[in-house]
Structures are given as C-alpha cells and as structure tokens.
C-alpha cells in the first residue's frame, strides 16, 4: 500500500472517530442539553412508547424515570436523516391518530394495555414504514436504556479508565 494512502486514511479514520456524538454512551439528562425537535405533543408521545418498552421496575428506574424519551429525541435529531426524521414524526403523529380513534384519547393518556395494544398493532408487518417505524423505536430506546449513565455503572460496572497505576508495589523476587 502506499504511504500515503496509509496516512490519509488512517487521519480520516482519527478524524471520523473524534466526531461521533461522544454523548451517546454513558449518556445523562445533563449531558444531553436542550433540543426543539419534537412538539410538546410528539415528545408525550416518544416518552409514554418508552415507558412502555421498558416500564418503572420496582426498584429500578425504567424508562421513563431515566427519561430515555430525551436522548431519544436528542438521537433522531442529530443522528437521523431527514427523510427518516420525518418517517418518525408521521409515525407518531399516525399513532396518536389511531389512539384517538380506538381509545377517544391520545396516545400518552392511554392506559399501559392500551398503548402495548397499539404498539402490537405497528409489530404486525401491515406497511413496511410501520413496521420500520417500530423497530426503529424499540431498538433505539432499549440502546438509550442500556447505554444510559444508570446502567452502564450500576450493571455494567462501567469505568471511564479502567485500571488503576500503584506506582510504588514492592515486587516479590521470588516469582
């Protein structure tokens, strides 16, 4: 290979690497900052799906206690491609509509078994945009949860430098 081929990628590689959302693993509330991506209304609509992928345990926070709905938000708005981000909001504004019409309510009223009903609704394959609909959501909150600061140290037993340096141990000669 050429050397300076090698060189050029292995800078665009450094250069790709550094401008991931560094926000997006060991994540908080607090290190997300504030976006106007979604309404008051879609944002309803985003946490109560979260809640209802991952519900309040009880002793562990779900979904909604770690307010997944917000890194969510933050996820499709800076990650997503436009076409995708409105694939999202028609999907939730779809949801909200068939929640109005089945329930008389919107979709963040309804009860737990009236969203997991509708949301079952979605798994079934009727339109492939539902469907990727879906299992964009599902995913996408189960990653929020899993890689959330909560999580990642109270499960994960995760460290932002693993290792520790004890510059002064007495060595055995023995070994």
């Avoid at 999907?91 to 919107?106: H, Q, V």
């Avoid at 492939?128 to 600061?149: A, M, P």
């Amino acid at each position: 290979m050429n050397r300076r081929t090698l060189i050029k990628n292995l800078a665009l590689g450094t250069g790709a690497a550094l401008t991931l959302p560094s926000w997006a693993q060991g994540w908080s509330t607090e290190s997300l900052g504030e976006t106007s991506f979604f309404n008051l209304t879609e944002n309803q609509i985003l946490e109560a799906i979260a809640g209802t992928f991952i519900p309040e345990g009880k002793s562990e926070p779900g979904a909604i206690g770690l307010e997944v709905h917000k890194f969510l938000e933050r996820l499709f708005a800076d990650c997503y491609a436009p076409e995708d981000q409105e694939k999202i909001k028609k999907g939730l504004a779809d949801l909200n509509i068939k929640a109005k019409n089945t329930y008389s309510k919107d979709f963040a009223n309804c009860t737990k078994d009236q969203r997991e009903s509708l949301l079952i609704g979605l798994e079934a394959p009727s339109s492939e945009d539902k469907e990727w609909f879906y299992d964009t959501l599902r995913q996408e909150t189960i990653r929020g949860y899993t890689t959330s600061e909560y999580v990642m140290i109270n499960h994960y037993n995760y460290e932002m430098a693993p290792g520790y340096y004890n510059g002064c141990v007495n060595l055995d000669s023995n070994s």
